[in-house]
């Protein structure tokens, strides 16, 4: 298909690890991307990984990309209820040269106490 | 830097009436984004700017809405006349193309409402 894909809801208890799954299509994106939103807030990116890389790892934040199958994760540690949010993956579909991202629809991450 | 501007963060209006939403973005940036978010579509690329010029306006619903960017610090988008399906959080983004990463910076987000 043509999307980004991801689930739409993830739930898990503070203190354990999240991981969140997205699909991406194009084999030639450069650079893909996870952001966050907070309730009544704009899209804030986290963090981004170019497609050379396999993992990408910052403080609690690990990205892991497996070009092969187009799947991207992003595993976050230690989970806490502040991490509540809607994260999207995006695609840099014209590899950068325009600067056109292709979002997910979002994942609603659900942090119970 | 402020960050990417908008405004209003909030609008209500009824049928019929014209909106002018609004976004200053970050200042040195040269590519400005205009996205729709639903809940029922999620978020949708409108328009994109790239140094002032309209590359794709294939997301613009229809011809009720249009957008302009007459200098690199200012973007409107009008929707004329409104409907009560164009209700949303409408997003702008900037960014800077320079051969590098192509990282979006959103603003806060207008949220319509039309009645």
């Known amino acids: 298909g043509e999307d980004v894909e991801q689930s739409l809801f993830l739930s898990v208890r503070e203190g354990d690890s999240s991981v969140i799954n997205c699909t991406y299509t194009?084999?030639?994106?450069?650079?893909l991307y996870w952001y966050k939103q907070e309730p009544g807030a704009g899209l804030q990116l986290l963090t981004y990984i170019f497609s050379n890389m396999d993992m990408k790892q910052d403080q609690r934040l690990t990205v892991l990309l497996n070009k092969k199958d187009k799947h991207l994760s992003l595993r976050i540690a230690d989970t806490q209820t502040g991490d509540s949010a809607i994260y999207f993956c995006a695609e840099s579909r014209l590899g950068g040269s325009q600067g056109n991202l292709i979002f997910g629809k979002g994942t609603k991450l659900s942090v119970k106490p | 830097d402020a960050g990417v501007i908008q405004s209003p963060r909030h609008e209500v209006t009824e049928m019929g009436q014209e909106v002018t939403l609004r976004c200053k973005p970050i200042s040195g940036h040269n590519s400005l984004f205009w996205y729709r978010q639903t809940m029922m579509r999620g978020l949708e690329l409108l328009i994109y700017f790239n140094n002032n010029v309209p590359i794709d306006d294939s997301g613009m619903p229809e011809d009720r809405f249009s957008a302009k960017m007459p200098n690199a610090s200012f973007s409107t988008l009008k929707i004329q006349p409104s409907e009560p399906r164009d209700s949303a959080v409408y997003f702008c983004a900037s960014s800077l193309i320079a051969g590098g990463t192509d990282t979006q910076y959103f603003g806060p987000g207008t949220r319509l409402t039309v009645l």
């Open positions: 194009d084999s030639s994106s450069t650079y």
